[in-house]
C-alpha cells in the first residue's frame, strides 16, 4: 500500500507541476497579448489622431457620404450597446464564480475540522489501547505469579504427605504410582500445549501491534499532505480572486474608455457636420473609406483578441477548480478508507484477545492431589514430575 500510495502521489506532483508550467505559461502569453494589444491601441489612436487631422483638412462631404456616416455611426452604437451588455454579463458570471469560490473555502473549512475531529478520536483510541494492553500485561503477570505460588505451595504439601507416607512405612502397589505419573505427565503435555498456543497469539499480537502503529504513521503523513494541499489550495484561491479584482478594474477602465470614445466621437462628428456643406474630391474620399474600412477591421480584432484572452482566463480557473477538487475528494476518501480499516483490526484485536483470555480460569493449572502413595519410589517420582511442572510453568511468556 505504501508503495501504490507513493506512486500516487508522484503522479499527483508531476500533474501539479504540469499544470503550473502551464499556468504560467499562459499568464505570459496573456501578458504579451496585453502588451501587444496595447501597443496596436496606442498605434491606432495616433492613427486616429492623424485620421481626423485628415477629416478636419477636407473641404466638403458629399450627401451620399453623409447618409453612410449616419448609418456607421448608428450601427456602431448598436455594437458599442452589445459590448455593454457582454460586460454586464462577464461582470455577472464573475461574481457567481466569486460566490462559488467563497462556498468552496466554506467547504474546506468543514473538511479540515472534520480531519481534526477525526486526529483526535485517532489519538483516543491509540490512549485506549495501550491502556488496555497494560492491564492485559498486568493481569497476565500477576496469574502467573498466583500459579506458581499455588503450585509450590502444592508440591510442597504433596512432598510432605509422601515424606510422612514413607516414614510410616506405609507399603502401597506401583500401580497407583504409575497412574498419577502418567497423569501428572499428561496434564504438563496439555499445559505446555497451552503454553505454546499463548506464545503464538504473543507474536501475533506484537505483530499486529506495529502493522497498527505503521498505519497510524500513514494516516499523520496523510493528514499532514492534506494540510499542505490545503495551503497550496489557499494560495491558489487567493490568485484567483486577485485576478479577479483585476479583470473588475479592467472592465471599469475599458468602461470609461467606452464612454471617452464616445465622447470623442460625438466631436468628431460635430466637426463633420460643420464641413457637410462642402466637397470632397473623389480621390480623398475613397482614401478616407478605405481608412475606415481598416479602423473598423482593426476594432474587429480588437474585439476577438480581448474575447480570447477572457475565454482562455475562464478556463485556466476551471480547470484550477476542477483539480483542487478532484484532489481533496480522493485525499479525502483515503483517509477515511484507513481510518475505518484501523478502526475495524482494533476491534478485532480486542476481542480475540479477550476471547482468548476468557478460556483460562484461576485454577485450571492446579489438580487435588490423590490418595497417598505407600511405595518407596513415589517421593522421587512425584519430585521429578513437580519439577518438571515448575519448570514448565517458568516458561509461560508475559505480554508486552
Not at 499445559?191 to 505483530?207: H, K, P, W, Y
Not at 494540510?227 to 486577485?242: G, I, P
Amino acid at each position: 500500500k505504501y508503495f501504490r500510495y507513493q506512486l500516487k502521489c508522484d503522479d499527483l506532483v508531476r500533474q501539479r507541476k504540469a499544470l503550473l508550467t502551464q499556468h504560467s505559461t499562459l499568464e505570459q502569453e496573456n501578458k504579451d497579448t496585453v502588451a501587444y494589444l496595447k501597443r496596436s491601441l496606442l498605434e491606432k489612436e495616433d492613427e486616429a489622431g492623424e485620421l481626423s487631422q485628415r477629416l478636419q483638412n477636407q473641404l466638403q462631404v458629399s450627401d451620399q457620404e453623409r447618409d453612410a456616416l449616419q448609418l456607421r455611426h448608428s450601427r456602431e452604437r448598436q455594437e458599442l450597446q452589445n459590448r455593454i451588455d457582454e460586460l454586464i454579463k462577464e461582470n455577472a458570471a464573475l461574481a457567481e464564480r466569486l460566490a462559488s469560490l467563497e462556498a468552496f473555502q466554506e467547504q474546506k473549512e468543514e473538511m479540515m475540522s472534520s480531519l481534526e475531529s477525526l486526529e483526535k478520536q485517532l489519538a483516543s483510541q491509540k490512549e485506549e489501547h495501550k491502556d488496555d494492553i497494560h492491564s492485559l500485561e498486568m493481569k497476565a503477570l500477576l496469574e502467573k505469579r498466583r500459579l506458581e505460588r499455588e503450585m509450590e505451595s502444592h508440591a510442597a504439601a504433596m512432598a510432605a504427605e509422601v515424606q510422612l507416607l514413607v516414614d510410616q512405612k506405609v507399603p502401597e502397589t506401583t500401580r497407583l504410582a504409575l497412574q498419577e505419573n502418567a497423569e501428572v505427565k499428561a496434564r504438563v503435555g496439555q499445559l505446555s500445549e497451552q503454553v505454546q498456543v499463548l506464545m503464538e497469539e504473543n507474536a501475533a499480537l506484537r505483530g499486529c501491534k506495529s502493522q497498527l502503529s505503521v498505519d497510524v504513521e500513514n494516516l499523520e503523513e496523510m493528514l499532514r499532505e492534506t494540510s499542505r494541499t490545503s495551503c497550496v489550495r489557499k494560495k491558489v484561491v487567493e490568485q484567483l480572486t486577485e485576478k479577479c479584482q483585476q479583470l473588475q478594474a479592467e472592465q471599469k477602465d475599458c468602461r470609461q474608455r467606452l464612454e471617452q470614445l464616445q465622447t470623442e466621437h460625438t466631436g468628431a462628428l460635430g466637426k463633420m457636420e460643420a464641413l457637410r456643406s462642402k466637397f470632397t474630391p473623389p480621390k480623398n474620399r475613397a482614401q478616407v473609406s478605405r481608412l475606415e474600412a481598416e479602423l473598423q477591421q482593426e476594432r474587429r480584432r480588437r474585439s476577438r483578441m480581448k474575447n480570447i484572452i477572457q475565454e482562455a482566463a475562464v478556463a485556466l480557473r476551471q480547470s484550477l477548480m476542477m483539480v483542487c477538487k478532484s484532489l481533496t475528494d480522493r485525499r479525502l476518501t483515503e483517509i477515511l478508507h484507513l481510518y475505518r480499516l484501523c478502526r475495524t483490526r482494533n476491534l478485532d484485536l480486542d476481542w480475540s484477545f479477550q476471547f482468548q483470555l476468557a478460556r483460562y480460569r484461576p485454577g485450571d493449572l492446579g489438580f487435588v492431589p490423590r490418595p497417598a502413595l505407600k511405595h518407596k519410589n513415589v517421593l522421587p517420582r512425584m519430585e521429578a514430575g513437580s519439577s518438571r511442572f515448575v519448570g514448565t510453568l517458568e516458561h509461560i511468556p508475559i505480554y508486552n
